[in-house]
């Protein structure tokens, strides 16, 4: 069975901090992605990377998928309260995907 | 003009009795997914179908069962409900496979008393 281990699980911080969350298998996956999901409503993807050592960013926020294709880490740079939310990673296997439980984040004003 | 929509939003329901849930989407998108996401558990994959009348398995797919008819439904049905039921349902819709990535739904919160 292939699992995505997320950490960490809570994470709550003060505006303007950085920070780091990772995703980790043993597995290999052909993708990694990283949505963001919000109370009431579904996961938004952020983004997608399939290829090993690739690094994305998107405005603060930037993505790494691991050389061996089995971790991906999200870093976001001088965190804002809109960044609250849970950050899901998930990972491209036989045509689907398996979530990660997810990393709660909390930014305070 | 969201491209895929979940009803009902909300539902209470009495243990023994079928549920179904809808998914509609109007991206005309081949693969659709149903997933149930639950406290310490995460998202979990229950059934997906990779066109009309072609549908699969996934990882907890024993007392729901699925169809699709037309590209644009997929639906869920729980047989007779059991409390082990309750959960936050979600659909979501792929253009190719899970490397595109998934649009999910808003979600139908489902309880089972």
């Known amino acids: 069975t292939q699992l995505l281990e997320q950490s960490p699980q809570f994470l709550s911080i003060q505006e303007g901090e950085n920070l780091t969350v990772y995703c980790n298998s043993s597995?290999?996956?052909?993708?990694l992605q990283w949505y963001r999901q919000e109370p009431g409503e579904g996961p938004v993807l952020l983004v997608t990377v399939v290829t090993g050592g690739e690094v994305k960013k998107l405005k603060r926020l930037t993505f790494q998928f691991g050389d061996a294709r089995k971790d991906s880490s999200l870093h976001i740079t001088a965190a804002q309260p809109g960044d609250t939310g849970l950050y899901l990673c998930a990972g491209g296997s036989q045509g689907n995907l398996i979530f990660g439980k997810g990393t709660k984040l909390s930014v305070k004003p | 003009d969201a491209g895929i929509t979940q009803s009902p939003r909300h539902k209470v329901t009495e243990t023994g009795t079928p549920v179904t849930l809808r998914c509609h989407q109007t991206e005309n998108h081949r693969y659709m997914y149903w997933y149930r996401q639950d406290p310490g558990h995460g998202l979990r994959l229950i059934h997906y179908?990779?066109?009309?009348?072609?549908?699969d398995k996934g990882e907890v797919s024993d007392g729901y069962s699925v169809s699709r008819s037309k590209t644009e439904d997929f639906l869920l049905t729980l047989e007779s409900a059991t409390s082990s039921q309750t959960s936050v349902y979600f659909c979501?819709?792929?253009?190719?496979?899970?490397?595109?990535?998934?649009?999910f739904g808003s979600g139908t919160r489902l309880t089972v008393v």
């Open positions: 597995s290999v996956f052909s993708s």
């Open positions: 179908s990779y066109g009309v009348k072609d549908t």
């Open positions: 979501a819709i792929s253009l190719a496979d899970s490397d595109y990535g998934y649009t």
